[in-house]
């Protein structure tokens, strides 16, 4: 009711319809008049009214006809009469009651009373219209969110469920009660200690709403994931009587992949889940699962960025089911093929009902060769292929985790080899457990320290004495005792925990060569060697924490170099040749560790301006192996020597190939000839005996 109210005085007598009339709409009203009953009931008919001030006493047609009759048309709320009358007795108005009248007042007509009645009658018409158009509202908005209503009494334990709660379990009305057990028992029983809880604390809170996502049994058998919503009433004390809210369907967002629209994770294990029962059930019945992921992957997220890469991985999504549709496979039955997305690159494949593993092998490869043709994305031509890893259901397994982890541990194998795909057996998963044992033991040595610095001295071919010192890392294992570095540095670098060792290798190596410096003075070896890694040399903060080193142990840099090996840097020369120019601004030289072994060019030598060439264990040991036994040396040494570098041979076993080399110019040597690397007590003893040190002019030393 919006605007002036609209009123209907109805009264056969003239003089009272104007006076009436000219002081309502004095007051605001719209006023018509009626001079009967019928001319009432038509102007009724034809305009709608607020409400209707009715004469009792009328010709013809009586006051109470016309209530009786109007009242046929509308309600009490709908349509308020208030009678006049000028009886005083009780019974024209107990009848008028009876008919249906809201209201009366009596003549002479108390103008204010009149006013105040007819306000609260209006009043009272506008909060109806208002709750009945809120109510509609409500259920309009009930009914396009799609949710199930639910509310719960407390008190009495009964509960109320929608329509619409009881279609998302595929429920009929007269097949649920009126019991919470109604829904918690249809709760699945992983989840349901979570969902007790989560119901116990907010009714223990008087803060907050109650929310949980859970799945529920569906009527078929099969479980819904929903996202339940509640809001407790509770006492003055603060305890909840009442708990009410909705209960919302969210299975398909729940189970599928946002990007590609597959499967996900939970709807996949669920799916792998019931094969599992199904083979249990059927002992000829078998399935196998197929892990994939894409080996270019990262390329073309970190060069092309992550909306690319998702584009990708959508397109690869397509083509991979694409294959599978057209898959011919021999199987006992239709074969059954279901595709899910786990995450990142990595795709799954449930293969339904297949005579043996051959049949999965037969699937990998035609997912395999389906990627060899080139994607477009962006306008870029990009190519995606992979690897897979098979586990199939002959092992006996009973959870979907376990056949899924073996999956990924075959993908993983698979990877490593750079074979195209491989099958799970128990012996992957031993050396998978061996493996992060190993991690783990690694991870505490470094929170522990349990690492020790033992030092390989580097000799001069000319004068015999030490020039410097290869830091190297030993691990004090609590079972396997002293490992050494081949052991252990390729995990660290795979986990990124060389980054921690690097530091902690440093931190310890220049510290040592300052003590050295401080005790032997001039007599002191002038180098420090320590090895960098790919992930050092990656780091951003390398140099920062080199610099910071020095700082703390007082070396000086021209004390420290570097030992780089090529495949540290070959991926991003740019990037390398960056903080190698930071190290030679900060005085810090570097070697180029294991030369010969990868594949150099000259202009990465001159772009790069090496300091020190090391010349590979594998070269030096063909010394004395026949006339070119010394060639590929002599080629190392005089490119080095053309480039202004000098040289330091690794892996020197022999006095005769200590002496081939001093005799090919090569400035420095180290190997077991003359010492494994020791432990810094022995070194100092070296350092002060000075064993290899020969006269000017004399040959080199033979221990």
Request: glycine share 8%.
């Amino acid at each position: 009711m919006k605007g002036p109210a609209s009123l209907l005085v109805v009264d056969d007598n003239e003089a009272n319809r104007d006076v009436l009339s000219r002081r309502l709409r004095q007051r605001g009203y719209t006023v018509s008049m009626a001079a009967s009953g019928e001319e009432a009931l038509a102007a009724i008919e034809h305009s709608p009214f607020d409400l209707v001030l009715l004469d009792v006493e009328m010709p013809g047609m009586s006051g109470l006809d016309v209530l009786s009759a109007i009242r046929e048309q509308h309600q009490h709320s709908q349509l308020p009469v208030i009678m006049v009358t000028a009886r005083v007795s009780g019974a024209d108005i107990v009848e008028a009651l009876r008919l249906g009248a809201n209201d009366y007042v009596t003549k002479p007509i108390d103008f204010p009373v009149t006013v105040a009645r007819i306000e609260t009658h209006l009043g009272f018409k506008r909060a109806v219209a208002d709750l009945r158009e809120s109510e509609e509202r409500y259920a309009l908005a009930v009914q396009g969110a799609n949710d199930g209503l639910w509310d719960w009494n407390l008190v009495s334990g009964q509960v109320y469920w929608s329509a619409r709660w009881k279609s998302i379990l595929g429920l009929e009305a007269e097949e649920i009660g009126t019991s919470a057990d109604e829904w918690l028992l249809r709760v699945h029983p992983d989840d349901i200690d979570a969902v007790r809880a989560a119901l116990t604390a907010y009714l223990a809170d008087a803060s907050g709403h109650f929310y949980s996502e859970h799945r529920v049994r569906h009527r078929d058998d099969t479980y819904r994931w929903v996202r339940c919503r509640g809001a407790a009433v509770r006492t003055d004390a603060g305890v909840a009587s009442r708990l009410a809210g909705s209960l919302t369907d969210i299975t398909e967002v729940k189970l599928a992949d946002a990007l590609t629209g597959l499967p996900n994770r939970l709807l996949f294990i669920d799916l792998v889940e019931r094969a599992i029962k199904r083979s249990a059930r059927r002992a000829e019945y078998e399935f196998a699962i197929l892990a994939l992921s894409l080996d270019r992957y990262r390329i073309v997220h970190d060069s092309l960025g992550p909306l690319a890469a998702d584009r990708l991985l959508v397109a690869v999504a397509r083509r991979l089911q694409s294959s599978l549709r057209a898959t011919d496979v021999v199987t006992r039955d239709k074969p059954g093929f279901t595709l899910a997305r786990l995450g990142g690159d990595e795709f799954m494949v449930l293969i339904d009902d297949i005579p043996d593993v051959g049949s999965a092998v037969l699937v990998s490869e035609r997912l395999r060769k389906s990627l060899e043709y080139p994607f477009d994305i962006d306008g870029h031509q990009l190519f995606a292929s992979a690897r897979v890893g098979i586990a199939a259901s002959g092992s006996g397994y009973t959870r979907a985790d376990d056949i899924l982890r073996d999956a990924a541990i075959a993908l993983t194998r698979a990877t490593q080899s750079s074979t195209p795909y491989e099958i799970f057996d128990p012996g992957m998963r031993q050396r998978a457990i061996t493996r992060l044992q190993f991690e783990t033991d690694l991870r505490n040595a470094i929170d522990d320290r349990a690492f020790e610095m033992h030092y390989q001295p580097i000799v001069s071919l000319r004068s015999g004495r030490i020039s410097g010192f290869e830091a190297l890392l030993r691990w004090r294992h609590p079972v396997r005792g002293l490992v050494p570095p081949a052991d252990f540095i390729s995990v660290a670098e795979d986990t990124g925990m060389i980054i921690d060792i690097g530091r902690l290798t440093l931190g310890e190596s220049c510290q040592q060569m300052a003590s050295w410096l401080t005790d032997f003075g001039a007599a002191a070896p002038q180098v420090m060697c320590a090895n960098v890694s790919s992930k050092q040399l990656a780091h951003v903060g390398l140099m920062s924490e080199i610099a910071a080193t020095l700082r703390t142990t007082g070396l000086l840099a021209e004390n420290l170099k570097l030992e780089i090996t090529e495949s540290a840097f070959i991926n991003d020369v740019p990037a390398a040749q960056s903080t190698l120019n930071h190290a030679r601004s900060m005085g810090i030289g570097w070697s180029l560790d294991d030369f010969g072994t990868g594949f150099s060019s000259l202009s990465f030598l001159h772009r790069l301006q090496i300091n020190t060439v090391k010349v590979d264990r594998s070269f030096v040991s063909e010394i004395g192996k026949g006339a070119k036994g010394s060639e590929m040396v002599r080629a190392i040494i005089g490119l080095a020597h053309t480039l202004g570098m000098d040289v330091v041979a690794e892996g020197v076993e022999t006095a005769e190939q200590a002496a081939a080399l001093k005799a090919l110019g090569c400035e420095y040597a180290q190997g077991f000839y003359f010492s494994r690397a020791v432990d810094r007590g022995t070194a100092a003893r070296l350092i002060e005996s000075q064993p290899w040190q020969v006269a000017s002019g004399q040959p080199l030393l033979v221990q």
